[in-house]
């Protein structure tokens, strides 16, 4: 199996990138486009548990836009072959203050390209965070 091929990862990093900015935007349109349609969908936040796409999109539609510019930092991501990755990233708030947030999400190439098929947020305090020596 081919990992990391650089055509791949910089289509993954270009679906992730635009996921991105329309989070911070409050692209709805695109945010459901992102996640795939379909049941199985899953997307964990930090004070939601959202099982299929029509929960997901729900979410989204009911959300505020205020506070929603974040940063990333440390961002990786992994392909495997040519139709299959994962997205790691840290994302820092201005209203989140001493928390650091973490975000993963698998993305799955279909014949109508990339789609998160699972994702985990979460936030923990920054202090809390292990650092190796």
């Given at each position: 199996?081919?990992?990391?091929l650089p055509e791949v990862v910089a289509e993954v ?44 999109a729900a979410f989204r539609a009911a959300r505020s ?69």
């Open positions: 199996m081919d990992i990391d990093r270009a679906a992730f990138d635009r996921y991105e900015k329309a989070l911070i935007t409050n692209d709805v349109a695109v945010l459901d486009d992102t996640f795939r349609v379909d049941p199985r969908t899953i997307r964990y936040g930090v004070t939601e548990i959202l099982y299929g796409h029509h929960e997901i836009p205020v506070g929603l510019v974040r940063s990333t930092s440390k961002t990786v991501i992994t392909t495997f072959g040519r139709d299959f990755a994962v997205a790691n990233t840290l994302f820092h708030r201005a209203t989140m203050p001493g928390k650091v947030g973490r975000q993963s999400q698998t993305w799955v190439r279909f014949p109508d390209g990339w789609h998160v098929v699972a994702a985990h947020v979460s936030v923990i305090d920054e202090a809390s965070v292990w650092k190796p020596a």
